[in-house]
């Protein structure tokens, strides 16, 4: 590909973020960067959430996992819908009777301010290094690509690619992020269909009933996995899809500030409907492009890349067509920096309110200044930690998020789960203990679960058991009173 071409695309598309930027940023309070004053119309919510959730993990990494893991990763969809009735039922209405700016918040209503801390510690922890995974994929196939062609080395293209986030979320915050993710999902969905009739077009499909039938025929498309051992089993992937989007989206207030934009909590549970139908749609979309990507290799006897993350961007920049190539860049882009600008603004918040608790401690006319330098700040560790993972991950980026999250996410679970579903009061010290240990204790049982479960081999149910060491650990800690 051209890479005056590629830099000449990404420019005009910044440039169309900018004025999005420009536009909802006119008339802003020092509230309006953290709720967007609660008038995001719901649908806009719901089809801007589709890219944030999906970011360029799900662009490149799904479709090319397919390779390894067939369409099991759609057992872990179909838990999706599990989850997300929960939240609109259960979280929500939570959210939204105590009108909260930060979701964690409640924790220090229920038990005090360490669980509030540690809580909102734990989100920080586990968006700050998901959304930096996220990120630094994208950067590495931009800097392939364009920068390399350009010169530019990929620690000048890394400051460039989280500069841009900056600029265009740093005055309206949610307001902007609510618009400008609505155009980003558009432009990602749009590069999916596109490349699939173009690869379509290359093997001879005419029809839609063609593309069925040439995806369901190949045996990658198998999406039920029944060998309890695996880590890919059917129950383990389903039951972990409902905790993980519990987990990283009910408990995420990344996501759920976009939900608290709108006007009401009708509006919400509707918003968080309709964006769950179209996620189940849109994923099994991104896998059946997994099955025409390798279909499309094997037709034109093209090697296949050492990792699966590489298999579409080299496929888009050195054999489909200029034009196909340039949709790639688009969707790419738009993936990306859907998924980031509103981590950016949710980390910036969550600090802001939980931390710094800027609206008790400082005046209206000192919150800005205040949280614009956090917002730097946390562009700044976006900025290190993608370095840190292009020096250190070597596996599929979809699998390492889902680790993490396993990880990091496991004591919110733990947490929102005592307190919704006990009445107890817990010592609150001692929350921040039990917060680090039942990671500990989860790493060291799944990483000899073979050993000690005669074959069982954990996969992302790792965070069941990391929320249910930390229910355990709130239990023992209860106040007698």
């Known amino acids: 590909m051209d890479p005056q071409v590629v830099l ?7 440039l169309l ?17 953290f709720t967007g004053d609660r008038q995001s119309p719901w649908f806009l919510v719901a089809f801007g959430m589709i890219g944030a959730s999906l970011s360029g993990v799900t662009f490149i990494s799904v479709p090319g996992e397919v390779g390894n893991s067939n369409f099991y990763y759609f057992q872990v969809v179909l838990g999706y819908t599990v989850g997300y009735f929960t939240i609109a039922k259960v979280l929500l209405p939570l959210y939204y009777r105590l009108n909260l700016i930060s979701i964690y918040s409640y924790l220090e209503d229920r038990f005090g301010f360490w669980s509030y801390k540690t809580g909102s510690f734990f989100f920080l922890l586990s968006r700050a290094l998901g959304s930096s995974l996220r990120l630094y994929l994208v950067a590495s196939v931009l800097q392939l690509i364009l920068f390399d062609a350009l010169g530019i080395p990929f620690w000048v293209s890394v400051l460039i690619t989280v500069g841009l986030i900056w600029l265009y979320t740093f005055r309206g915050g949610i307001k902007t992020v609510v618009w400008t993710d609505t155009l980003q999902t558009a432009f990602m969905l749009l590069a999916v269909v596109i490349t699939m009739v173009s690869i379509g077009g290359e093997l001879g499909l005419q029809s839609l009933g063609d593309y069925v039938s040439s995806i369901a025929d ?43 934009t709108c006007k009401s909590l009708g509006e919400a549970q509707k918003n968080m409907f309709w964006f769950t139908t179209i996620l189940v749609i849109v994923n099994l979309l991104f896998l059946s492009l997994g099955v025409m990507l ?15 993350d590489q298999l579409f961007p080299m496929l888009a920049t050195e054999h489909f067509s200029a034009f196909a190539g340039i949709v790639f ?15 950016l603004t949710a980390l910036t918040t969550s600090f802001c309110i939980d931390f710094l608790q800027i609206e008790r401690k400082y005046p209206a006319e000192k919150r800005v200044a205040v949280r614009k330098k956090v917002h730097i700040v946390f562009t700044g560790l976006f900025y290190l930690l993608i370095l840190a993972f292009y020096w250190l991950n070597d596996q599929s980026v979809i699998n390492s ?7 990091t996410y496991g004591p919110l679970l733990g947490l929102y789960s005592f307190g919704l579903f006990t009445k107890w ?5 001692v929350v921040p203990y039990m917060a680090v240990l039942s990671p500990l204790l989860t790493f060291a049982i799944a990483s000899n679960s073979e050993k000690l479960f005669w074959g069982y081999k ?11 060491f930390m229910f355990l650990g709130l239990y023992l800690a209860r106040r007698k009173d």
């Open 17 to 33: 973020l900018f004025l999005i930027s420009w536009f909802t940023s006119r008339q802003v309070t020092a509230d309006t960067f």
């Open 458 to 468: 954990f996969g992302f149910e790792a965070l069941i058991l990391n929320g249910a």
């Open 294 to 308: 390798y279909l499309y290799a094997e037709s034109k006897g093209i090697s296949l890349p050492a990792k699966s």
């Open 329 to 343: 860049v688009l969707g790419i882009t738009a993936a990306a920096y859907s998924s980031a600008d509103s981590t």
């Open 8 to 14: 000449s695309v990404i420019s005009a598309y910044f």
């Open 425 to 429: 009061k817990v010592k609150d010290r």
């Open 401 to 407: 998020v889902f680790i993490i999250a396993g990880y």
């Open 218 to 260: 190949d045996s990658r498309s198998q999406i039920f996995n029944w060998d309890w051992k695996a880590g890919t089993n059917f129950f383990k992937q389903f039951v972990s899809g409902a905790f993980i989007t519990i987990v990283m989206t009910g408990l995420d207030q990344d996501m759920m500030q976009k939900n608290l």
